[in-house]
Every structure is written in C-alpha cells, then in structure tokens.
C-alpha cells in the first residue's frame, strides 16, 4: 500500500522548524500539486531552494510562511502556502492531486497526499469557527488555536469503512456512480457519530446493496489523505442464503459478485482496497 514505504513510516510529530534550501517544497494551487519533471519522467517535488530561484523568474508570491509538517527518508517537508500565476515554467508542472497516484512514484505520493490533508486543514480552519476570530498556530503541538475565545482545533481525520462482502468463494465488486473513477472497488461508506466500525460496515452494505452480513473481522488501516480519511479495512461473509443485489443508485453504477478466480482487477500496490481484492484473489483473506 502507499504508506508501506521503504523506511517504514513517516515522522509527523510536530515541530517548529525553520525551512532551509535543501527542504522540501509542497506548493498546491487549488487542487495541484507543483512538481519538477526529470529527465526519466519522473515527478518529484522542487526544494525550499529550487522555489526561492523560482521566485526570481516566474509570478509567485508569498502570503504565509513556509509550514513544516513533516519528516520523510530524512527530509523535511514544508507546505508553502504561497500562490502563483497561470503558467509554469517548462520544467515545471502543476498535477492535481487526487489523479497522482504513480506506483512506481510511492514516496512522492504519499507525501503529496497527507500533505494535501494538512493543508486543507489549515485552509479551512484560519478563523475560528465559534466566534470568527482569524486563528492562530499553537507553539507546542499541530493545532489551530482561537485567541479570542480558546477554541482548540486538532486535525480532522474522517474514518471510513472499506467493505470486502463474501459469499463463499465470491466477492462482491462494484462502482461509484457519477465519478471520474470507474474502476471496479469495494463497498464503502463513512462511520457515523454513534456508531462503531463494525455496525457501520452492516449498514452501509444493507444500504448499497440491500443485503445481511455476518462474522465482520477488522483487516488493516490505510491513512487516505486525499479525501481526509483514515480508511478501516473489514471482511465480512453474507448472512443468509439471499445473495440477489439490490442496488442503491445514487451511490452505485453496479454491484456484482464474482468467483475468486475470475476477479477483474489487478493490485497496483497502492490502496486498501486494492490490497483486500489481491488477498481475496490469493486466498488469504482472514477467516
Ligand atoms: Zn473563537
């Protein structure tokens, strides 16, 4: 998965730091990224440097100080919270986040990703939600802080249920309807407040595709920063001998089971959902 990277994780505790020439850089416009293209075609994110020689040459302005966030592979990773003119430099490209997904390209991903998190943390939270006061980075740990009135705000983290429903040596596959993603996946839906994991994956199954499940067992987590989420991995088995779909449309262009040796799809090593599909494929899915 993406976050299995190749020195195990990454160190987000927070700290002040201030950023130096060989940092690196996360500048996001809108919904992109800025990357530096290389000469074999791969994408990587410039330095604290390469972007100070950028402003020499090219509409960028600075409205915030850098922001640390945090550490990867020995490198530190700042949040420029600058913005920029329309047009980049050639060796320069702006990606949007969401489709940036290289499998050959994890680290940078993933640091794309949860990077992305971060900032739209901060975007959305420079006023205080219960009085309006413009808010202010607390010293000692990640957190929003309201000087008028002491709101504390944390870092919002929206966990999801990722659902691989079985029967026997079938698995249910499906797609979303209405979005550029036509990929087959899993069931999935938001945990609400007041309900746990395991009762979340039994609704929303009965809500996507009208049916009982049983025997829910937890499978692994998958912080997803693109959508905020943490993603909760669970296996459940169908509860009853009715396995006729009914689906939900306004979710759901289709929901369908197929034999574990007939499953049309291929793991790219990047999702939860992905990694769930390929155990199921080779038989070791918890049972
Ligand atoms: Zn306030």
């Excluded at 430099?89 to 390209?105: G, I, L, M, S």
């Excluded at 919002?156 to 429903?165: D, E, M, Q, S």
């Excluded at 609400?192 to 994991?197: D, M, P, R, S």
């Amino acid at each position: 998965m993406l976050q299995d990277i190749s020195y195990g994780s990454l160190d987000n505790q927070y700290r002040y730091h201030q950023p130096k020439n060989e940092d690196i850089a996360v500048c996001i416009r809108g919904n992109e990224v800025l990357l530096m293209k290389s000469n074999d075609g791969i994408l990587t994110l410039p330095s604290v440097g390469e972007i100070a020689d950028l402003c020499s040459e090219w509409e960028f302005w600075l409205c915030e100080p850098y922001r640390y966030v945090f550490t990867m592979q020995d490198k530190r990773y700042f949040l420029w919270l600058g913005t920029s003119g329309e047009t980049v430099p050639e060796r320069y490209t702006y990606t949007p986040v969401a489709t940036f997904r290289d499998p050959k390209n994890k680290d940078v991903c993933f640091a794309v990703m949860t990077a992305w998190h971060l900032y739209c943390w901060y975007r959305d939270n420079r006023f205080c939600g219960r009085c309006s006061t413009k808010t202010v980075h607390d010293d000692k740990e990640r957190m929003m802080r309201c000087p008028s009135c002491g709101n504390m705000i944390f870092p919002r983290i929206a966990p999801a249920a990722i659902i691989a429903l079985t029967n026997g040596d079938k698995l249910m596959l499906s797609k979303y309807a209405g979005r550029a993603y036509t990929r087959y996946g899993l069931l999935a839906g938001f945990i609400e407040i007041g309900e746990t994991a395991e009762e979340a994956v039994k609704r929303e199954v009965m809500e996507e595709v009208g049916l009982k499940v049983k025997n829910v067992r937890y499978y692994k987590s998958q912080p997803w920063g693109i959508a905020g989420n943490l993603s909760v991995g669970y296996f459940c088995d169908l509860d009853g001998e009715n396995d006729s779909v009914t689906l939900d449309e306004n979710e759901l262009s289709s929901a369908e089971w197929f034999p574990r040796n007939e499953i049309p799809y291929e793991d790219e090593g990047i999702s939860l959902t992905g990694e769930m599909i390929r155990i199921f494929q080779e038989g070791k899915e918890p049972k």
